[in-house]
């Protein structure tokens, strides 16, 4: 079918609009004419060549819209249903069975090649092969190719773009929280950046019930929405030079719980002088290729601390995006307040947008009149 889609052709350059030719649907595949796509920072850092994906590529990986046909062993889905899609997993692995799919063995193969396990690319320009299949889907395209692995249908009470971030950052912020370091009631918790996933795992954080959330990050608004939606401290790193200090003025033994959505290795080294004895720190930010883990391994040995990375917030999508859908419903997960919606055509003025700290989630929205 004939598709239109943002390619991405050049490391650090704009995507470009242009049509494309996808693969019919295989056996195992679901094709979904995409509503809304939300925009990640790892299509940005897959863009700029940062991860071995080769261009031209089209990305995105938090596709939202209807089901417009199935293979023929598919049954989780049929046409006309509303569907979100989040990252593929193979569901037969140990840890897929387990209840653990962000770890699946097959993860790398599955997401991020740039092509079907199999070394097939379903999107092509004339002769040329374009990579896709990222997360399972290159949801920046009208139409994407999923699997029932990685759709999960949706309630028709929830928007298309409030649905398509659920897939990657709102899922891998509030779960990582919830989730992976699933702190308690009362207990105290660090988060370095406020954007999508930052704050998101302040809304997972209040949903916990923690008793102190901090909030390290630059811009104004952001604080401000990251106090509203629940944070009880937010730090301007620009007015306090030793953030271990700033965060144990208010925490004196330090935090319960770290998690960074920057990657930032200066940040990263700061947040393990932030940590309480027994601490646990997840981290969720890309950092740069060959950054040494953070902090001091005596140091760690001695205060019993835990440093630890984190795919997707520990996510089961089956499971925990209905459960945040709830939360949504109950006002306990104010998506609207974070997000902000593009035409697709204008992906790069959104990209730009966000990169300013204009709006903190961008969503594409696609129009199939
Ligand atoms: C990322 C997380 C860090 C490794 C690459 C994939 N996931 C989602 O955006
Ligand atoms: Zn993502």
């Not at 990252?87 to 993860?107: I, N, V, W």
């Not at 139409?143 to 009470?157: G, T």
């Not at 997840?282 to 950054?291: F, L, M, R, S, Y």
Request: hydrophobic share 45%; net charge negative.
């Amino acid at each position: 079918m004939r598709i239109k889609a943002a390619v991405a052709r050049t490391p650090g350059a704009d995507f470009s609009i242009e049509t494309a030719e996808l693969d019919e649907p295989r056996g195992d595949e679901i094709r979904v004419r995409i509503a809304a796509v939300g925009v990640c920072h790892t299509d940005l850092v897959a863009r700029d060549g940062a991860m071995p994906f080769s261009l031209p590529a089209v990305l995105g990986h938090e596709g939202a819209g209807v089901v417009d046909a199935v293979g023929a062993s598919v049954t989780k889905v049929k046409p006309g249903d509303r569907v979100a899609v989040t990252f593929r997993s193979c569901g037969a692995c140990e840890r897929c069975l387990r209840g653990d799919p962000a770890y699946c063995f097959s993860m790398p193969a599955l997401n991020y090649i740039g092509m079907r396990p199999d070394g097939s690319k379903a999107i092509r320009q004339g002769e040329t092969a374009v990579s896709s299949n990222f997360f399972g889907q290159s949801s920046f395209a009208t139409y994407a190719l999923a699997y029932e692995r990685n759709v999960l249908k949706l309630p028709d009470d929830i928007p298309f773009e409030l649905a398509a971030p659920l897939g990657c950052g709102i899922q891998t912020g509030a779960g990582g929280v919830m989730l992976a370091l699933a702190a308690p009631p009362g207990s105290s918790i660090l988060i370095t950046g406020g954007g999508a996933v930052g704050l998101s795992a302040v809304m997972g954080a209040a949903i916990q019930g923690c008793g102190t959330i901090i909030v390290v990050e630059p811009h104004a608004s952001r604080r401000a929405l990251a106090l509203e939606l629940g944070a009880t401290h937010a730090i301007d790193p620009a007015a306090q030079a030793d953030m271990a200090a700033a965060v144990r003025a208010i925490v004196a033994h330090g935090v319960d719980y770290a998690f960074d959505t920057t990657g930032r290795p200066e940040i990263l080294a700061a947040t393990m002088g932030c940590l309480a004895p027994k601490g646990v720190f997840g981290i969720v930010g890309i950092p740069p290729a060959g950054t040494p883990m953070p902090g001091d391994l005596g140091a760690v040995l001695t205060f019993g601390q835990t440093v630890r990375g984190i795919i997707e917030g520990d996510s089961d999508p089956d499971v925990f995006l209905p459960e945040l859908i709830s939360h949504w419903r109950a006002g306990r997960l104010p998506l609207e307040k974070l997000v902000k919606t593009f035409a697709f055509d204008e992906i790069n003025a959104a990209v730009a947008a966000q990169h300013h700290g204009d709006c903190v989630k961008v969503v594409l929205t696609l129009d199939h009149g």
